[in-house]
C-alpha cells in the first residue's frame, strides 16, 4: 500500500533480512517446528472439545455492564463516533486534494487498521459506534420505517456475503484501484457505500450491518479474539479468546469473507516487493487491471486452498463434505489476526502519527506537508520480532482452534487425521506468510 | 471392488497431502528446510586463486555459489569491493561495516538505505556486525540459473591492508544424477511399509519401520548439519538440533503406541508420516541435483532420503487404513454387546 509522492512514509515494515532476529531459514525453520509440535501435542493431550464459545466466560462485575449497556453511555459513544466522522470529512472537503489533506491517513491507517487493536482490546467497537447506525436510526425515525425489521426480512441464505463483498470493494480501492488516495476518490467511494449500506438497512432492518457493512463485520470477527465478549446469555464477560472465535459462523458466505481478508493481506504483502513492481513495469498492461488480477487471485487461492483442505479434512474424518469448511472458518482468525498485526503495526505506530498530526495541525491552522515521525519508538529488530511472533503465535492458536472443533465433529478415531490437511494448510501459510513478509 | 477403491482413495489421500505439503515451500523453493546450508544445486563452486596470496583472509564459498564468506585472520583492515567497484564491506577489529552508500549493499539486503549512490563517491561505513567474517550473497558468484553457461570463472576484488587481492574462482555445471532409479526404489518401499497395514500381525514390522525411517531422517538432517552453514554452525544446529530431536521424539511415541498395542497407534502412524513429509518436503530435490548440503556421499544422502520419505508414504497410507479398520472393528463390538 503506498499513497502518492508525499507518502513514501507508507513503505511500512522492514526491508531486509538484515533486520531479522535470526536468519529466514532458521525462522521458518521453527515455526514450522512450533506448529508440528503444537499439533502432536494437542493430539496427545487435548482428546475431547474444552472451548466452549457462546457458553464460555466469568462475568464482568454488573456495575461495569450496567454502565456499558446503560443508553446514556451508548449514545454518547455513537453520538461521538458520529461528531468524529462528520469533523473528518468536513475537515476533507475544506483541506481539499492536497498532500496535506489527512483522509488517507485517516481511512488507511487511523481506522482500517486501528480498528484492530481497539476490536481486539474492547470487542466489537465498530459496532458499538458505527456512525452508520446512528444515521439508519435517525433516518428510520424520519420515514417511519421499523428501524430493527426494516420492510423486509433478510433471505438467511445472504450470510456474509454483502460483508465479503464490501470488504472486497475496500480493499481493491487500497490496494488496487486507480486514484486511490485522491481524497475526491476517497469521499466518493465512502458517499456511495453510506448511500448502498443505508438503503439497505432501511429495506431489511438495523440487522442488516451485522452481516452487511464490511467493516463491522471486520472489527466483529476480530473481536472474537478479544478477552471481552458477550456469552449466549447476553452477559459481557472475560473469555479466552479460542472461545470467542469459536462463536464466529458458520453461515453462508463466510468462508468468502475470511479469504478476502487474508488474502488481500497476502497481496499488500506481494506487491509491495520489487519482483511484483518489476512484473507489473514489464507487461504493456494497467497496473491498476494487473493489481486487481493479482488481488482476485491471491483471494482465491487462498479460498480454494482452505475449502480443499477442509473438504479433505471431512473425507479423512470421515463426515461428508458439505458443512466442514464452513464449521471451521472460525479457525482462520487467529491467522488473520496475526498477519494484520504483523503487517499493519509498524504502519499504525508511525503513520499514525502523521495522521494525527495532520488532523491536529489542521485544527488550529497550522498545516504541515511532511510531519515528523518519532522513528525512535521501536527498533527494526523489534518490529521485525513483533512481526514473527504475531504470526507465528496467530498459527498456532489456529491450529488449538482447529483441533477442538476436530475433536467436536469427527468420530475419536478419525479426529487426528481429519486434522491433518489443516495441519498442512497452516504450516503452508506460515511459510508463505513468513518468506513473503521477509523476504519478498 | 470397493477394496480397491478405498486403497486408491488412500493413495489419492496421500498423493493430496504429500503435493500440498511440496507445495508449501514457495519462495525459495528448491531451500532444504533444515539448517542453513543452502539447497541442492547442479553447480560446483571453487575458489582456486588469491593473487597475490594473502594468509590473513580466508574466503569460503557456499554450495553452487549461494553464499559467500570472508574472513579476517589477522589484517588490519579489509575492504571488499562491490559490483561497481566500490567499496562494499569492511572488516577491521573484529567489526563488520558496510558502507551505506554503495549499491551493492541495497541489492544484497545489507542495508535499508537503497542508494543509488556514485561508486567513486567516499564511503559511509555504518556497524553491520561484531565479528571477524561477513557473509552475504554475492550475484558475482552465484551459479546462473536455468540453462546458463556449463563453467564461468569470477572474481572477487578485495582490499587487504592497502593492498589489492583478487579472489579467483570457477562455476562448473556437473550433470545430476537420473532420479529413476531413485524413485524406483521410493515407490517400491513404500508399497511395501504400505502393505505392512494390510496384515494381520502389524505392529512389530510397523515399529521397525517408524525406527528405520526416523532414524534415516535423522542422519539425513545431522549430514545436513555438518555441511558448510550460510550462518555459520551455531544457526545451522540450532536448526539441525531442534529437527533432530522432534523427529526422535515423536517416532519414539509413535513405537511406543505401536508396540504397547495403544488403540491411538494407528493416529501416531498418520502423524509420523505426516510431519516427516513436512519436514522433508523439499528434501526430495537430493534425488535429481549432483551437488548436495550434506557432509558425506551424495548416494548415501539420496539413499537416507528415499528411506525417509518412502516410510513416511507408507505409513500414511497405512496408518490410515488402520484407523478405518479400528474404527469398523470398534462399532462392531459396540453392535454386539449393545445386542
Same mark, same amino acid.
Given at each position: 500500500? +503506498?499513497?502518492?509522492?508525499? +507518502? ?9 533480512? !538484515? ?6 531459514? %532458521? ?20 482428546? @475431547? ?82 456512525? %452508520?447506525? +446512528? ?13 430493527? !425489521?426494516?420492510?423486509? @426480512? ?13 470488504? %472486497? ?32 438497512? #432501511? ?20 473481536? +472474537? ?31 468468502? #469473507? ?23 513495469? @514489464? ?86 506537508? @511532511? ?33 477442538? !472443533? ?18 498442512? #494448510? ?15 | ?24 515451500? /514457495? ?12 539447497? =541442492?544445486?547442479? $553447480? ?38 562491490? $559490483? ?76 587487504? &591492508? ?9 562455476? &562448473?555445471?556437473?550433470? =545430476? ?27 512389530? =514390522? ?21 555441511? /558448510?552453514?550460510?550462518?555459520? /554452525? ?52 537430493? *534425488? ?18 528415499? *528411506? ?32
Amino acid at each position: 500500500m +503506498t499513497f502518492g509522492a508525499a +507518502t513514501q512514509f507508507l513503505a511500512h515494515g522492514i526491508e531486509g533480512r !538484515r533486520d531479522l532476529p535470526l536468519p529466514l531459514d %532458521l525462522l521458518v525453520q521453527g515455526a514450522v517446528l512450533a506448529l508440528l509440535a503444537s499439533f502432536f501435542g494437542l493430539g496427545l493431550l487435548w482428546r @475431547s472439545p474444552r472451548l466452549r464459545a457462546g457458553a464460555a466466560g466469568r462475568p464482568v462485575p454488573l456495575p461495569v455492564q450496567q454502565l456499558v449497556d446503560s443508553a446514556g453511555f451508548r449514545w454518547s459513544l455513537r453520538l461521538l463516533a458520529l461528531l468524529g466522522a462528520a469533523y473528518v470529512v468536513v475537515t476533507a472537503v475544506l483541506v481539499g486534494d492536497e498532500g496535506r489533506n489527512p483522509l488517507p491517513y485517516v481511512v488507511y491507517v487511523l481506522f482500517w487498521v486501528g480498528i484492530v487493536p481497539l476490536s481486539l482490546l474492547f470487542g466489537s467497537v465498530w459496532r458499538r459506534i458505527n456512525p %452508520l447506525r +446512528t444515521i439508519h436510526a435517525l433516518l428510520a425515525g424520519i420515514t417511519r420505517i421499523p428501524a430493527d !425489521r426494516g420492510l423486509v @426480512s433478510l433471505p438467511r441464505w445472504v450470510g456474509y456475503w454483502p460483508a465479503a463483498l464490501s470488504l %472486497l470493494s475496500f480493499v481493491w480501492l487500497e490496494l488496487a484501484a486507480p486514484g486511490r488516495n485522491s481524497v475526491t476518490v476517497l469521499l466518493l467511494y465512502f458517499g456511495c457505500y453510506a448511500a448502498v449500506q443505508l438503503g439497505a438497512a #432501511l429495506l431489511f432492518g438495523a440487522r442488516w450491518f451485522a452481516t452487511g457493512d464490511g467493516f463491522e463485520v471486520y472489527s466483529s470477527v476480530v473481536a +472474537t479474539m478479544s478477552p471481552f465478549g458477550r456469552r449466549d446469555d447476553g452477559r459481557l464477560v472475560m473469555r479466552n479468546p479460542l472461545d470467542g472465535a469459536a462463536t464466529f459462523g458458520p453461515a453462508p458466505g463466510i468462508v468468502v #469473507l475470511i479469504a478476502v481478508l487474508l488474502g488481500s493481506t497476502f497481496f499488500d504483502t506481494i506487491s509491495g516487493s520489487a519482483q511484483w513492481t518489476g512484473a507489473i513495469q @514489464s507487461v504493456p498492461a494497467p497496473a491498476a487491471l494487473l493489481d486487481t488480477a493479482g488481488l482476485l487471485a491471491m483471494i482465491a487461492l487462498v479460498a480454494l486452498t482452505f475449502v480443499g483442505a477442509t473438504l479433505l479434512a471431512g473425507r479423512a474424518g470421515n463426515r461428508g463434505r458439505r458443512p466442514v469448511p464452513g464449521l471451521l472458518a472460525h479457525t482462520i482468525i487467529p491467522i488473520v489476526v496475526g498477519y494484520v498485526i504483523a503487517h499493519y503495526f509498524s504502519l499504525l505506530l508511525f503513520q499514525g502519527q502523521q495522521g494525527i498530526t495532520l488532523l491536529a495541525g489542521t485544527v488550529d491552522g497550522r498545516t504541515a506537508v @511532511s510531519p515528523a515521525v518519532n522513528y525512535g519508538l521501536i527498533t527494526t529488530t523489534g518490529i521485525a520480532l513483533v512481526q514473527v511472533i504475531a504470526v507465528v503465535v496467530g498459527h498456532v492458536l489456529a491450529v488449538i482452534s482447529a483441533h477442538d !472443533r476436530s475433536v467436536a465433529l469427527f468420530p475419536q478415531a478419525e479426529a487426528i487425521i481429519g486434522q491433518l490437511p489443516l495441519m498442512v #494448510l497452516m504450516v503452508g501459510y506460515t511459510v508463505s506468510g513468513l518468506t513473503l513478509l521477509f523476504a519478498a | 471392488m470397493r477394496r480397491i477403491a478405498h486403497a486408491v482413495g488412500l493413495v489419492v489421500v496421500t498423493a493430496v497431502l504429500t503435493g500440498m505439503s511440496t507445495l508449501i515451500h /514457495p519462495v525459495p523453493a528448491e531451500a532444504h528446510i533444515v539448517g542453513t546450508g543452502g539447497s =541442492p544445486t547442479d $553447480y560446483r563452486t571453487t575458489v582456486t586463486a588469491m593473487r597475490p596470496a594473502v594468509s590473513t583472509v580466508t574466503v569460503t564459498v557456499g554450495l553452487g555459489g549461494q553464499w559467500v564468506r570472508v574472513t579476517n585472520q589477522g589484517a588490519a583492515a579489509i575492504v571488499v569491493r562491490g $559490483y561497481q567497484g566500490e567499496p562494499f564491506l569492511r572488516l577491521s577489529g573484529n567489526q563488520v561495516q558496510v558502507n551505506e552508500l554503495s549499491a551493492t549493499a541495497a541489492k544484497t539486503v545489507q542495508t535499508q538505505r537503497a542508494v543509488a549512490a556514485d561508486p567513486a563517491a567516499a564511503p559511509r561505513w555504518a556497524q553491520l556486525q561484531d565479528g571477524d567474517s561477513a557473509t552475504w550473497t554475492d550475484a558475482r558468484i552465484t551459479a546462473p540459473s536455468g540453462s546458463g553457461p556449463a563453467s564461468m570463472s569470477w572474481t572477487l576484488p578485495l582490499v587487504v &591492508d592497502g593492498q589489492q587481492v583478487a579472489v579467483a574462482g570457477t562455476t &562448473d555445471r556437473v550433470p =545430476p544424477p537420473s532420479p529413476w532409479p531413485w524413485l524406483a526404489a521410493l515407490a517400491l518401499i513404500g508399497i511395501a511399509v504400505a502393505a505392512i497395514g494390510w496384515t494381520q500381525h502389524w505392529r512389530r =514390522p510397523m515399529a521397525a519401520a517408524v525406527t528405520a525411517g526416523i532414524l534415516a531422517f535423522v542422519a539425513h538432517v545431522l549430514g545436513t548439519g555438518f555441511a /558448510p552453514q550460510q550462518n555459520g /554452525p551455531v544457526f545451522g544446529w540450532v536448526g539441525v538440533g531442534l529437527v533432530a530431536g522432534f523427529s526422535l521424539l515423536i517416532g519414539a511415541v509413535a513405537v511406543r503406541s505401536t508396540l504397547r498395542r495403544s488403540q491411538s497407534a494407528p493416529d501416531r502412524l498418520v502423524t509420523v508420516g505426516a510431519m516427516v513429509l513436512i519436514l522433508a518436503a523439499t528434501d526430495i530435490t537430493v *534425488l535429481w541435483n549432483s551437488q548436495l548440503p550434506f557432509a558425506g556421499l551424495a548416494a548415501l544422502d539420496r539413499g537416507l532420503t528415499v *528411506l525417509a520419505y518412502a516410510i513416511a508414504l507408507g505409513l500414511i497410507v497405512a496408518g490410515v487404513r488402520l484407523v478405518r479398520v479400528t474404527r469398523l472393528q470398534s462399532a462392531a463390538v459396540a453392535a454386539q454387546s449393545g445386542e
